[in-house]
């Protein structure tokens, strides 16, 4: 079905798209198509029937996405996607860190344990945090140091470095490996 009431369908602008996307000579903006040499798969190529087939009604608010974007377009390359799923599959931009097994984009990560996007950002980029580190933070103010999360009393205790120590280096920006393994100056003046 190409049109409904006159209009072309939801499915049939995915499949020009497509197509345009790779193949449209004068259509700049497309360049990574061209560079990773991204293809129309034979069977959808020419049919749009073919490829309504294979992908079925696009449900609302979804449009086409590819799940390797270094992969063709193709049957078992694509499917229907909301917005942000597409823009958690943009590898160039979307940060991707694994945890616990598990790898997700940062925006993910924040969401799933109900983070602001842009505190766990700084953490990492500004405060100079692991990802671990930065992901814990929020409620736990736990540190990692050699594999594991502990608070600061903790680690003083563990470490026996005095804690307004800690604290200090911490405020300083210093990694735990810094602050835990840069002796403390014990002399007094």
Known sequence: ??????????????????????YSTCNKNHGKYYENNIQVCDRWKNSFENFLQDMGKAPENHSLDRIDNLGNY???NC?????????SNRSDFNLKY????ETKVLSEWAELYNLDYNNLYKRIFRSNMSFEE??????LKLIFYKGEFKTAPEWSKLLNIPLNIIYDRKSRGWTSERMFEQPVNTKKK
Do not use: D, H
Not at 79 to 87: A, L, M, Y
């Open 74 to 76: 193709e049957p078992n």
């Open 98 to 101: 694994t945890y616990k097994g």
């Open 79 to 87: 499917k229907w996607s909301t917005v942000k799923e597409q823009s």
């Open 1 to 22: 079905m190409r049109k409904i009431n006159g209009k072309l369908t939801k499915e049939y602008r995915a499949w020009k798209n497509m197509k345009a996307r790779c």
């Open 134 to 139: 930065a992901i814990v933070y929020n409620n």
